[in-house]
């Protein structure tokens, strides 16, 4: 086991390396800089080109990709993640607590993706084709179809605006109960889709009928006998997602003023602030994989036709 | 001879049995009537061609039919209960405690995800309300004497560690685990080899013997049927065309398809470069109305005799003997029809 | 010798296709799912017949109006009239559509071919590009695109196109996997097929069915990709009714000119609704035990 | 007694609150309206009074100007506010090894000195005449030398300055909390209250999203907040909000072009697509009508504007007469389009993504559209769209600028321009060098004014509008005044009820 | 005999890794076919017994080059398969054909079956495109089929019916050798006669030679010339077919044939001689491989593994007491003497 993800985190190193490898070719091929981008629309003469110059040099913008690639990579080894141009101020400094936030996000709204999800999907399987499947299948797609930001105000509008129950601005451990809902919401949808079609697969299996001809009851048929199978799916589904909540939750992150790295991530990429870009692209792929990872050794663990070797 | 030993009391009575698959203009009509009794500690051998309609009947006499399919007519009685009047709750406690089922695929049968062990002490736990315990070292004890080694140990096992054969082995301790008085065994060898199907097959038959299970065994091998079974139906197009003692069934059995499917299996060492004889043609769609015989298109005797009956109308039972009966119209000419000599016979 | 011709009846023969339509006019949500596709279709396709009004025609003093007799939709905020906008947004709708679609489908699917197929090498060399690929965070990915060649609806399009690669590899890989060990592709092997004949010719065809499936899912994800993308700045280039950036430009109206949000939100819904209730339908006629 | 608050929107999360590093908008606005106080401020004709300066005077040159300090003022951290702080000031922001974007801005700086605690002098390469209404800028506004020097690269993290309030923490991301500075003497007379702010605190929340702030406006969470005329609409009318519309706005969304290229290396070319654009559309559609159309290239705000130059050489909407110029000049209508011998009018008209200036484009492509010029629209974000307009290839483009001085002028358009593709015009390079060098304002003024007349008569650019930032703020917040800069007078706030 | 046979197989060993886990490291191999010697001339058909599993589809396949060996050789029509170019084999695989288990699994459901038939022509180019069409309908005929059946999909067709398609799609390219997969083991007695009844027609008509592979020992008897009883990789036992069946040498074959269930019912109580559970394919034990299950075995079984030794009869058997007593075809219980 241990072995097992020893190699696994190794085998995370040329996916990280290529990731590295790609930032920098983009780098090279974005038609700005931070030093640039930062100074636009300031009134530029000849000294701003020479702060411009200065500051580059610093950075080693001047350098060709590869040389700047080689650069970070030495440092990144030491730890450091580099210097934001754009906040002046050590990438990790501003990356950890937005980390932080998106982490809480992810977490809280996955929860209650996964207990949305997981309710209605495996209610509607149970009562294939009655109505509540269909309400659960349609409002499913209904979350699935939804723009994020314009469910997002709709939340606001309806819970701080009319029902005055949640704060339009962040304050406190309530900041976080809208947005993680609104995201909650709208990736419960996909779950209860697979949830749906897993448990239904899963209960046409021959050894549910054989658990059925043993006299088991319908509920302890869903529960303790299918639910545990069809779940394994749900795990794959729940392992990509996040690399969705990770980074695409910049919408919803926006809107609701609750700043993690998906905000900061279209923020760094229009400001071109690079180290702040790369890092951001090394920790969301770094945190990942190794969920995929502990996802992987969960479904080794839940599945038990899935032995981790080393 | 074991066979024709028949118990007194009826444990199950079937009547008039019809299952559906699908509505709309052409439903197929898996089981079209049937009429079966199982009497207390008896065996009895289903035979049929694939797709005649042994699994569903099977599946019937649960109440395991799921959509589309449904029980459209007849009677089952298990018992002097009415088994298509149970509700769901009285079905559960039914299953397992007094009915038990095997199938064909014991590695697809068995949760994948649990121990072994948890899924033999399940209905103990949920049915006789063991402990958790109890049920399981009732399981293990169940494991050991369906022949399992090191039970202790591959209770802990899940289902892909066990070879086919252990697997089915795990599926008659859990179909025997409640010590039902009915077990229906759907196919339990075909997935198996020879050597392990004669020990499945043995511990069937001794597991029946000492708990004096009536034992419902659908298959299609005749050699099975000839080493466990006391009676013997033969199923065609979703009904029973013939139905008697083992010994008869075997050597002499009078409806032509039952003879048909007698001559077309291969015997060991007795073939001697005869030719095997098939019958020409396939099992009928189901989803056909049939006014007759379905066996008509195919039957021999009814070409050879000009038969006209057999394609108007159904032939009803005809008694050949106290317990064994055929439906074919054939029957009342029946003395020297047969062309071939049988090759059967001690 | 057996030339005994069996007696059975030859019912006539239905084309396996009529046979699939008949099961697809039988499902309800694919009905459903399939008329709003053919409507999006029509209004594309005859959109000048049919919008009242030209989709670009400013009109300053009509600004905001509410839905009325003359515009039906109401006006957005240069008063343009919002029916008009929208009908003409089908277009661009689908575009956006069927270009990421292609993108992603078509490399997604041959690289999940080849992985699926190919040695273990091509195989792991592929599946960690792929791995890179999904952990590279999705949006980011796009804005990079987008950035290095400059925002444009084409861009945008090609940005949401690559980041669906991996989606549809995984997919097709999975599914080669299974469909390459059954016995009828070692059928084709054994009479003499070559590999690029056996993947194309029969491994293709057989994985076809969840790559509808799937694409009928991920085609209006990536519509709504393309509408976050206009979120940052970085969509469609104005003044192309595009339904994401109309939606997204007029948020603000939310709360003051709700109709200037509901059309192209409707329009966006309806048209994501559509399809992923054909998606459904299809997986339930596709699918081989329905 | 409870603690008074105040609760403000802040759009985003400022990069650093030290003005020597940064001059983005919302670092100024926090710097200027809350901690830092500068040498002067500009008075509602614009112009320059003593602020932190007693009195100041420049010598016969024009070269030097030498400014007396009001003695008192301390920074927040108790250290003294003199002529060394400022001269720290000047100095951090000339040193390269600083980068400071604001040293551009005051480029014929040379030294910074001082000749007592109360006396700094300051001189120049050449007469400077905006120097001292720039002064009035928050990135001229002071940081305590002893807190910069001890914290290092930390200070844009912890600033200290003098205004009325002290920094207090900062949520990265989500607030910035001020607290009452109340040892704070007004030394601005046009300020209502001359002690220490009336709140106690104040937060400044980062909220991006407009309908967010619009709710949290009307849930009472923020008392104030800048928003876009389409976020205030819903609120108008209602007796809880005053809308606070900056009327003195220094900021001019204007069309220029690439005068290398053909067509637009002609001027009847530009003139007729001047004459083509329907401001007030413009106006209506990218900001609900909140400001004022240009004519002239200055903003209305700003001092030297002058409205008669406008008048005059400016171009309203006449689509007839662009009509007549592009007939006179030979662009022949073939179709719905124009063309000029083998030349169709077909060009690009590109923007910096947003949704004012989307809005805009959609009527100016309208407008062309009706002359018989197509124009396509290319919006990129910032970082995309300022070093293309570097690179001179592109055809027209609609840009925005605010500066509170005239020198706006010279910095963006005296040859070569901010693009470097402008030719060399005597008339205008001129006037706006004069201008820049006037120290006496009457005859500076007069230099602006000529300036304007020769941008306008050679059709350099296409004026278009200034918009009007808009305040909405809670019935319950009293005393919220801007002054001329836009600074806030946030000593006077007061919260009631 | 001067003729070289058909098919000579020499020394064939096949492994497969086993995989685990989700990367599917390898974590040891299993020995499918553990050294395979054998001939099989023109027009002879052998059957291939023995347990599920024991790796007689792995042979199969590999006589056919449909696998890789990884040691030993296979010529087939006196050339050594795994030597040949991509296009040679191409040529030679029109002359081995296969047929498989499941008809229904080895036919492409997207396709009809008259345009899987069909396709070996295409692919072997054989024919004019124009006359393929007719061939096909033929050999439909030939099979026992109506030529309409074509362009039926596989699914509307029944089991029976398929296998009849499955062996119109191996004759079609007048193939020498025929590898037949268990092809009637799915199918239930009555159609279970009928292809065998086609398939042994069709060998006379078209000088056949069928690599015929079962556990169904009844099947095998029908209708082989000679029989080979694998046991995990190996070749135990090989003879003529009645040889074997009425005098079987190793102690597995004999297990074998007394656990197939007569339908004579005087004998359904006689005892079934219990074998034990079958080993890990992995884990082989040492020496003969079958001696924990073998009644007979003594110390030499677990020293060294008894070699196939073929008596001039041509009944070979691998088996150390079969070589060190004088084995008369006795039953087996009867024969437990030797231990
Ligand atoms: N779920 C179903 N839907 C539709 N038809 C079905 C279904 N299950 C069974 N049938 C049909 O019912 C008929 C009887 O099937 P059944 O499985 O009982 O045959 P069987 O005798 O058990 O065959 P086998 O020997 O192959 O197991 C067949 O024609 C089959 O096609
Ligand atoms: N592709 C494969 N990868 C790994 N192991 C395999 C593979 N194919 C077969 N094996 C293993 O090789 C051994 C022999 O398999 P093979 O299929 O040849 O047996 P068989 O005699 O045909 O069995 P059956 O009667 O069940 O068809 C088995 O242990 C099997 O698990
Ligand atoms: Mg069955
Ligand atoms: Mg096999």
């Known amino acids: ?310 | 001879m074991t066979a024709g030993i028949r118990s007194p009391h009826t444990l199950l009575d079937i009547k008039g049995l019809k299952t559906q698959f699908g509505s709309g203009r052409n439903p197929v009509n898996a089981v079209q009537g049937i009429d079966l009794k199982i009497g207390a500690g008896e065996i009895l051998g289903l035979v049929g061609e694939s797709g005649s309609g042994k699994s569903v009947l099977a599946l019937s006499i649960l109440r395991l039919i799921q959509s589309p399919g449904r029980i459209i007519g007849g009677s089952i009685l298990f018992d002097g209960k009415d088994v298509l009047a149970m509700s769901n709750r009285e079905l559960s406690g039914w299953r397992g405690r007094d009915i038990g089922i095997i199938f064909q695929q014991p590695q697809s049968c068995l949760n994948p995800v649990r121990r072994i062990g948890w899924q033999v002490a399940e209905p103990l736990r949920q049915q006789e309300k063991l402990s958790r315990k109890a049920a399981w070292d009732k399981a293990v004890t169940l494991l050991h004497s369906v022949g399992i080694p090191a039970p202790e140990e591959k209770a802990l096992a899940y289902p892909h560690q066990l070879s086919g054969g252990q697997a089915q082995r795990v599926m008659i301790a859990v179909a025997l685990a409640l010590r039902p008085r009915l077990l229906i065994a759907d196919e339990p060898t075909t997935a198996l080899d020879v050597t392990i199907q004669a020990q499945i097959l043995e511990l069937l038959r001794d597991s029946c013997r000492d708990f004096g299970t009536s034992l419902m065994l659908v298959t299609h091998d005749l050699g099975v049927v000839a080493r466990l079974a006391d009676r013997v139906a033969v199923m065609y197009a979703g009904r029973i065309v013939e139905e008697g003692p083992v010994a008869p069934m075997l050597t002499a059995p009078s409806h032509p398809y039952a003879r048909g499917l007698l001559d077309a299996a291969p015997r060991l060492g007795q073939m001697g470069g005869l030719r095997l004889r098939d019958i020409p043609g396939s099992i009928p769609d189901l989803s056909q109305p049939m006014p007759g015989c379905a066996f008509a298109p195919r039957c021999e005797l009814r070409a050879n005799l000009g038969l006209s009956a057999c394609l108007g109308e159904l032939p009803p039972f005809i008694p050949i003997s106290e317990h064994h009966s055929a439906r074919c119209w054939a029957l009342p000419q029946a003395d020297g029809i047969y062309s071939t000599p049988m090759t059967m016979g001690a | 010798m057996s030339t005994v011709v069996l007696e059975e009846p030859i019912v006539a023969i239905i084309p396996r296709w009529r046979v699939m339509a008949g099961k697809l006019l039988r499902n309800r949500a694919a009905v459903v799912g399939g008329s709003v596709v053919l409507a999006l279709l029509l209004l594309a396709a005859f959109a000048a017949w049919i919008a009242p009004y030209d989709p670009f025609k400013i009109n300053p003093v009509q600004r905001l109006k509410p839905p009325s007799f003359q515009h039906w939709f109401g006006t957005d905020e240069v008063g343009r009239d919002l029916l008009s906008r929208i009908i003409f947004g089908t277009r661009y709708f689908l575009l956006i559509c069927l270009i990421t679609a292609s993108i992603s489908a078509t490399i997604g699917t041959l690289l999940g071919l080849i992985a699926g197929a190919g040695s273990a090498l091509t195989d792991s060399i592929i599946m960690r590009i792929i791995d890179i690929l999904l952990a590279f965070p999705y949006i980011l990915l796009v804005l990079v695109v987008v950035a290095i060649l400059g925002p444009s609806l084409w861009t945008g399009m090609a940005a949401v196109g690559i980041a669906g690669i991996p989606g549809y590899a995984r997919l097709v890989r999975s599914s080669v996997l299974t469909v390459k060990r059954e016995d009828y592709v070692t059928s084709a092997r054994a009479l003499g097929a070559s590999d690029a004949e056996i993947l194309f010719g029969t491994v293709l065809p057989n994985v076809m069915s969840p790559l509808i499936v799937y694409l009928a899912f991920a085609t209006p994800l990536s519509a709504l990709i393309a509408s976050a993308l206009s979120f940052a700045g970085l969509g469609t280039q104005p003044p192309a009714p595009e339904w994401g950036a109309m939606l997204v430009n007029s948020r603000t109206y939310l709360f003051s000119a709700w109709w200037a949000v509901a059309a192209p939100g409707m329009a966006l819904f309806i048209s994501i609704f559509g399809m992923n209730i054909l998606g459904n339908g299809l997986r339930d006629v596709l699918d081989p035990r329905s | 007694q409870a603690e008074k608050v105040a609760r403000f929107r802040l759009t985003i999360d400022p990069e650093g609150l030290y003005n020597v590093q940064s001059i983005s908008l919302v670092v100024s606005e926090v710097l200027g309206n809350y901690l830092l106080e500068s040498l002067v401020y500009l008075d509602e004709k614009g112009q320059a009074k003593p602020w932190l300066a007693e009195s100041w005077e420049p010598s016969a040159d024009g070269k030097v100007i030498t400014f007396k300090l009001k003695p008192g003022k301390v920074f927040h951290d108790g250290t003294p506010f003199n002529a060394a702080a400022v001269k720290f000031h000047f100095d951090t922001v000339m040193d390269p090894k600083n980068a400071s974007p604001s040293r551009a801005m005051i480029n014929p700086l040379q030294k910074v000195e001082t000749s007592d605690d109360m006396t700094v002098v300051f001189t120049f390469s050449k007469p400077f005449a905006p120097f001292i209404n720039l002064l009035g800028l928050s990135y001229f506004g002071f940081n305590s030398p002893t807190a910069v020097k001890a914290a290092g690269s930390a200070y844009p993290r912890h600033p200290v300055g003098t205004g009325p309030f002290k920094f207090g923490n900062w949520t990265p991301g989500t607030s910035i909390e001020l607290v009452r500075n109340a040892e704070f003497k007004q030394y601005r007379p046009d300020a209502k209250n001359q002690g220490p702010a009336y709140l106690d605190r104040i937060v400044l929340n980062v909220l991006a999203e407009e309908g967010v702030v619009t709710s949290a406006l009307q849930t009472g969470e923020l008392q104030a907040a800048l928003l876009t005329a389409d976020a205030v609409r819903p609120l108008e009318g209602d007796k809880q909000f005053n809308i606070i519309n900056d009327q003195n706005a220094k900021n001019l969304m204007f069309m220029e072009f690439d005068y290398k290229k053909p067509p637009f290396d002609d001027k009847a070319f530009r003139e007729a697509v001047s004459y083509a654009i329907d401001r007030e559309s413009v106006l209506a559609a990218a900001f609900g009508g909140n400001g004022k159309i240009a004519l002239g290239p200055l903003s209305r705000g700003i001092p030297g504007y002058d409205d008669t130059v406008a008048q005059k050489y400016g171009t309203p909407y006449d689509p007839e007469k662009a009509k007549a110029l592009l007939d006179a000049a030979g662009w022949k209508v073939s179709g719905d389009i124009r063309a000029k011998g083998s030349m169709q009018a077909k060009f690009t008209v590109r923007s910096y993504a947003s949704s004012t200036t989307e809005r805009a484009l959609a009527v100016i492509q309208a407008n062309l559209a009706d002359v018989g010029i197509q124009v396509d629209v290319g919006t990129a974000d910032w970082g995309t769209f300022y070093p293309g307009l570097l690179k001179p290839d592109w055809d027209m483009d609609l840009n925005r600028w605010t500066w509170p001085d005239p020198s706006v002028m010279s910095q963006l358009f005296r040859s070569p321009g901010h693009r470097q593709l402008l030719p060399a015009n005597p008339a205008i390079d001129q006037a706006l060098d004069s201008a820049d060098a006037a120290l006496d304002p009457a005859k500076r003024f007069q230099f602006v004014s000529d300036g304007q007349k020769a941008i306008l008569e050679d059709r350099l650019i296409l004026p278009l509008l200034t918009d009007w930032p808009i305040t909405v703020v809670r019935s319950e917040l009293e005393g919220y005044r801007l002054d001329f800069l836009g600074r806030l007078y946030a000593s006077d706030l007061k919260i009631t009820g | 005999m001067s003729l070289p046979p058909l098919l000579d197989v020499n020394g064939l060993h096949v492994r497969y890794p086993i995989r685990k886990g989700l990367f599917g490291g390898v974590v040891g191999h299993v020995s499918a076919v553990d050294g395979v010697s054998l001939t099989l001339n023109r027009g002879e058909t052998l059957g291939l017994v023995g347990e599920s599993g024991c790796g007689k589809s792995t042979l199969g396949r590999t006589v056919i080059a449909l696998q890789r060996p990884s040691a030993g050789n296979v010529r087939f029509r006196n050339q050594d398969l795994f030597a040949l170019s991509s296009a040679e084999l191409k040529q030679q695989r029109r002359f081995a054909q296969l047929i498989f288990q499941n008809p229904r699994a080895c036919f492409d459901p997207r396709r009809t079956v008259g345009s899987s038939v069909r396709m070996g022509l295409d692919i072997q180019e054989l024919l004019d495109p124009s006359e393929r069409e007719e061939a096909v309908a033929g050999i439909f005929r030939k099979v026992g089929l109506r030529p309409e059946h074509r362009f039926r999909y596989p699914h509307e067709l029944s089991g029976g019916q398929l296998q009849r398609i499955g062996i119109a799609r191996a004759l079609i390219l007048k193939p020498s050798l025929i590898v037949c997969d268990e092809p009637v083991s799915a199918l239930d007695v009555s159609v279970q006669a009928q292809i065998l009844n086609l398939l042994s027609d069709l060998k006379a008509e078209f000088e056949l030679a069928l690599l015929f592979v079962s556990h169904n020992l009844a099947v095998v008897e029908y209708i082989a010339d000679r029989v080979a009883v694998m046991y995990y990789g190996r070749i135990v036992e090989i003879a003529p077919t009645h040889a074997l069946f009425s005098s079987p040498r190793h102690p597995y074959t004999r297990a074998l044939l007394a656990a197939v269930p007569t339908m004579d019912i005087a004998r359904r109580d006689d005892p079934v001689p219990r074998l034990g559970d079958p080993p890990d394919p992995a884990n082989l034990p040492t020496g003969c491989r079958f001696r924990n299950r073998c009644p007979l075995a003594f110390a030499r079984c677990a020293e060294a593994e008894p070699s196939l030794v073929t008596a001039k009869d041509g009944h070979g058997v691998a088996c150390w007491a079969a070589e060190s007593a004088s084995i008369d075809a006795g039953p087996m219980t009867a024969a437990a003497s030797n231990g």
Do not use: C
């Not at chain 1, 209650?112 to 997981?118: F, R, S, T």
């Not at chain 1, 995201?183 to 209860?192: F, H, Q």
């Open chain 1, 1 to 310: 086991m241990a072995q097992y993800v020893v190699r696994r985190l190794l085998l995370l190193v040329p996916v990280v390396i290529g990731i590295l490898l790609i930032t920098f070719l983009m780098k090279a091929l974005i038609p700005t800089d931070a030093v640039t981008a930062m100074y636009q629309g300031q009134l530029s003469e000849k000294e701003a080109a020479q702060a411009i110059a200065t500051l580059r040099a610093k950075y080693h913008l001047d350098l060709p990709w590869y040389q700047q690639f080689f650069i970070y990579v030495g440092d990144l080894m030491q730890g450091d993640f580099g210097e934001s141009i754009r906040l002046r101020k050590p990438v990790i400094d501003e990356i950890g607590y937005r980390y932080v936030n998106t982490i809480l996000l992810t977490a809280l709204s996955l929860v209650i993706a996964l207990v949305l999800g997981l309710t209605t999907g495996i209610l509607a399987a149970a009562r294939r084709n009655t109505w509540l499947d269909v309400t659960a299948t349609t409002v499913g797609l209904f979350g699935i179809s939804m723009p994020a930001f314009f469910f997002g105000l709709l939340l606001i509008l309806v819970f701080s605006v009319w029902l005055r129950i949640l704060p339009v601005v962040p304050h406190g451990w309530m900041a976080i109960i809208l947005p993680a809902f609104a995201l909650g919401i709208i990736e419960a949808a996909p779950l209860s889709q697979v949830a749906r079609s897993n448990m239904i697969d899963v209960m046409r299996r021959d050894y549910i009928l054989a658990a059925r001809a043993r006299g088991q009851s319908e509920t302890a048929l869903i529960f303790r006998h299918a639910l545990p199978n069809a779940l394994i799916v749900v795990l794959t589904v729940v392992g990509l997602q996040i690399g969705n909540l990770l980074g695409g939750a910049f919408i919803v992150e926006t809107i609701f003023s609750w700043h993690g790295i998906g905000e900061l991530a279209v923020n760094a990429i229009q400001w071109r602030d690079f180290a702040l870009t790369q890092a951001i692209i090394l920790i969301s792929a770094a945190t990942y994989l190794i969920i995929n990872l502990v996802a992987d050794i969960m479904y080794a663990w839940l599945d038990p036709r899935v032995e981790l070797v080393s």
